[in-house]
């Protein structure tokens, strides 16, 4: 059996302690590079966006529109079917709950606020997330393999004013655009099952949802679904920027985009939660 | 004939007949030094072919040839401009003055082949677009594809995307053309048909041609003057007469394709992989 001296005991916790605050220090280094990333990209978008015409490379309003529509427009139906879904699931578990209390007719309050405020913005963003954010990174990553980002370069277009600010833009309008229609098919879907359950028409279901619901509700989730874009645009962009290596590298981006995207979604949420409803 | 540089008022000199002038470029990829001390002129008319073995820098050198990296040590001019000092609409401006044929081709593959050739023109210009696909036709035509406007990239054979790319790198009447490797990948027929090409792009359009290639055949074909690169250094700078002549053994081994290893010592190369003197017993 080796016999353990106290001094090399101790020389062999210190190493393992810097050790980790080594890794601990790089982890955080890298942390700041990444988000300074995403201001540097920010930045340059604006800076494109608005410069863009002066330099006689104004960003193509033909590039926004095939973004909107492949961001928003080819969205239209799984964000209808999910918004659908978790309206009707919001109704069975709201009625279910309350039925404890005597209190099911009071359902639509819960369903009116948990629709706009909270999982009309928080699904929509993550299925676009998973849609668009995926795709950005897939797309920009092999075109980066592949040299066309150098070709654009080399050509006199800027990536960024030509790929970035129309995916940026098309996330802009077209998220809180899905993000009120999911609110709207939520609540009627869950209407349709409140009207079921409870035998509630369907016009009194609407003037009690008109009732609760203020503009500020309507804006709290529209406003998060604006940080939400930002957020998807960035994430997805920055990570096909960043591919390494072939196509492997392109799947590990893709799958990188959408984990961050969706995690920083829902930390976004509750940040914005935390910070305007109390 | 001399380079004209472009329209700013702190334009640094160029010697008169250059159109690129590095001088004195260092390079890293992290603590690993890529380019040491590499200085080359190219001058206006001339194909300079870049040369070298895998890792010898020779495409890290290229990137910086094409404005695509800036450099944080010496100074690089192209076409008149000092690319450490220019601004940002001059360098705009410089660019569309530059072509390249990457060695995939770099076409865009959502757009075809007439639109790939078409994007300069688009992006750089006001014509319209009856006018922009003659412009298109055209080039096409010199690269020996017309009629393949309308179809798709991954429609066509290796030799065909390198063509297109040469098609869409010579729309806008660039100044300076680049290849990277432009016979990686392809038969001997279509390599040799690539390098005519490149003559006669030269011939018919009198620009600055850049090649980077590690086919010696492909190099003497079509070099004026040949830029030799071994492991970040400038090994040799000249024409192909000079090269082939050249006394220099490491230069001869490179072109004949000998590594270093097979042409030392036997002894000396068993005393490198085991640390013993065979003749003297340990070392």
């Not at chain 2, 190099?219 to 690169?229: C, G, S, V, W």
Request: proline content about 3%; charged content about 20%; hydrophobic content about 50%.
């Amino acid at each position: 059996m080796v016999k353990i001296e106290p001094d090399m005991a101790n020389e062999v916790e210190q190493k393992a302690s810097s050790r980790f605050f080594d890794r601990v220090g790089r982890s955080a280094v890298g942390i700041l590079e990444e988000v300074g990333r995403y201001g540097v990209m920010l930045s340059d978008s604006i800076y494109w966006l608005v410069m863009g015409p002066n330099l006689k490379q104004p960003v193509r309003v033909a590039s926004v529109f095939s973004e909107m529509m492949e961001i928003g427009i080819r969205a239209i139906p799984i964000v209808g079917m999910m918004a659908g879904t978790i309206g009707i699931m919001l109704a069975i578990q709201g009625i279910y709950t309350l039925k404890i209390f005597g209190a099911e007719s009071r359902v639509v309050i819960g369903i009116a606020f948990s629709m706009v405020r909270e999982f009309g913005p928080l699904i929509t963003g993550i299925l676009v997330a998973g849609r668009s954010g995926s795709a950005l990174a897939a797309r920009l990553g092999t075109m980066k393999i592949s040299q066309e980002i150098d070709a654009l370069e080399v050509m006199g277009i800027n990536p960024v004013r030509f790929l970035v600010v129309p995916a940026l833009l098309g996330c802009l309008i077209m998220v809180p655009a899905l993000t009120f229609f999911g609110d709207v098919v939520g609540l009627w879907a869950a209407g349709v099952y409140v009207g079921v359950a409870l035998d509630i028409s369907m016009a009194a279901y609407i003037d009690q949802t008109i009732d609760i619901l203020s503009v500020d509700d309507l804006m709290h989730g529209l406003g998060k679904s604006v940080i939400f874009a930002v957020l998807i645009a960035l994430i997805g962009v920055l990570n096909g920027f960043m591919v390494r290596g072939g196509a492997e590298g392109v799947g590990k981006a893709t799958t990188r985009a959408v984990v961050h995207c969706i995690s920083a979604l829902v930390v976004t949420d509750m940040l914005f939660a935390f910070m305007v409803t109390r | 004939m001399t380079a004209t540089p472009l329209k700013e008022e702190s334009a640094p000199a160029i010697t008169p007949g250059n159109v690129i002038e590095v001088r004195n470029l260092v390079t890293y990829y992290g603590t690993r030094r890529i380019l040491n001390d590499v200085s080359l002129d190219i001058r206006e008319g001339e194909i300079m072919v870049i040369m070298g073995g895998s890792g010898s820098g020779k495409s890290t050198l290229l990137r910086y040839l094409m404005a695509l990296e800036k450099q944080t040590s010496g100074t690089i001019n192209i076409l008149g401009h000092d690319i450490g000092k220019i601004s940002k609409k001059d360098f705009f401006n410089m660019r569309k003055k530059l072509g390249v044929a990457f060695q995939g081709g770099a076409l865009f593959s959502s757009m075809t082949v007439g639109e790939n050739i078409m994007l300069p023109l688009y992006e750089h210009t006001n014509l319209d677009r009856k006018t922009m696909e003659i412009m298109a036709r055209m080039k096409l035509e010199v690269v020996s594809l017309a009629g393949f406007e309308n179809l798709m990239p991954a429609e066509l054979s290796g030799g065909m995307i390198k063509r297109a790319a040469v098609a869409r790198a010579i729309v806008m009447d660039p100044k300076i053309l680049f290849f990277d490797e432009p016979s990686a990948g392809l038969d001997p027929v279509v390599s040799s048909a690539l390098d005519d090409l490149i003559l006669t792009l030269r011939e018919a359009m009198g620009m600055t041609i850049v090649v980077v290639t590690h086919e010696l055949e492909s190099a003497f074909k079509i070099a004026d003057r040949i830029t030799m690169l071994d492991r970040g250094d400038i090994l040799f700078q000249g024409t192909v007469e000079e090269i082939r002549n050249h006394p220099s053994e490491r230069i001869q081994n490179l072109l004949n394709r000998r590594s270093e290893d097979q042409t030392i010592d036997p002894d000396e190369y068993m005393k490198r992989l085991t640390g013993e003197d065979i003749k003297g017993g340990l070392a």
